[in-house]
């Protein structure tokens, strides 16, 4: 079958579109013919090297597919082959078949195309287990979304908002600002024009913010504990900005403030179901009732997965980039 293979690591001169054995699924997976295919940060990091997959997982790349199954192990329940659906991957996705464990596959939302779908289970289970599992966010709280036009950003804005919090975000141009303000941000900050941290206190008349969801890491560590409200939680879930930073305790505890690290990927996968069990019964009716929608900002045929890799490390875009097969 097709797939995306890595000529070693590096650039996105070590992609290339080859020929790799057809998988056969275990007893507790399915195979899915995979329409549409998700391209994540997670994925960059893979093909420069910085982020192997799981033991066990395929070595090829992509998180996230949408597509049909296509064959059903001896001990799966619920899933017949021609089923549409959409899957949270630990490895695989860019390719035109993949097996996956049945608790980490979805149906597809009512009224929802099949390529749209493919944007929905990496970034709504990373905001759901984030934002509203673990960090617990409440109507009436205030969230800070770090990237607001990314694909977790735009889906963070959309579920915070329809779960009654007020949403704050940090962007990186004007047209990203508008475009985090049609999604429901109550205020959209410009993180190259201006301090975004005292534009946080500003905005919330020096309160803070309840739930911090952030993907730098160690570059907003501090501005994001002072941007903290009290009992506020701070939850790290990327280090574009570095690995390594300076905590203050003292600022830290003085809010009572609660500082979560995750990761998605890694997690078993009786935990991805569990979370995903809850991202159908909770975000796929918003979905229906298009109140949260995923944002698909292009889509490249698997052929053109060069151009998808330039396109998401140029940062232009708004919300998700997709791979068709």
Known sequence: MRAVVCEGAGGIEVLRVGEIPDPQPAVDEVVIDVVAAGVNRADLMQRQGFYPPPPGAPGTIGLE????????????????????????LAGGGYAAKVAVPAPQVMPVPDGLDLVSAAALPEVVATVWSNIFMTAHLKAG???LVHGGSSGIGSMAIQLAVAHGARVLTTVGSKEK???????????????????????VQEATKNAGADVILDIMGAKYLTDNVKSLAYDGRLVVIGMQGGA?????????????????????????????????????????????????????????????????????????????ILLTL
């Open 65 to 88: 597919v949408s597509g049909r199954i296509s064959a059903v192990g001896a001990e799966v329940e619920g899933w017949s082959v021609g089923d549409e659906c959409c899957a949270l």
């Open 177 to 199: 600002m508008e475009f985090s303000t049609r999604l429901g941000a109550d205020v959209a900050i410009n993180y190259k024009e201006a301090e975004w941290a005292s534009v």
């Open 244 to 320: 390594k930073g300076e905590l203050d305790l003292g600022r830290l505890m003085s809010r009572r403030g609660s500082i979560i690290a995750t990761g998605l990927r890694f997690r078993s996968v009786e935990n991805k179901g569990q979370i995903l069990a809850e991202v159908v019964g909770h975000v796929w009716p918003l979905i229906a009732e298009k109140k949260v929608l995923p944002i698909v900002h292009s889509t490249f045929p698997l052929a053109e997965v060069a151009d998808a890799h330039r396109a998401l490390e140029e940062s232009n875009h708004l919300g998700k």
């Open 141 to 143: 709280e205030t969230l």
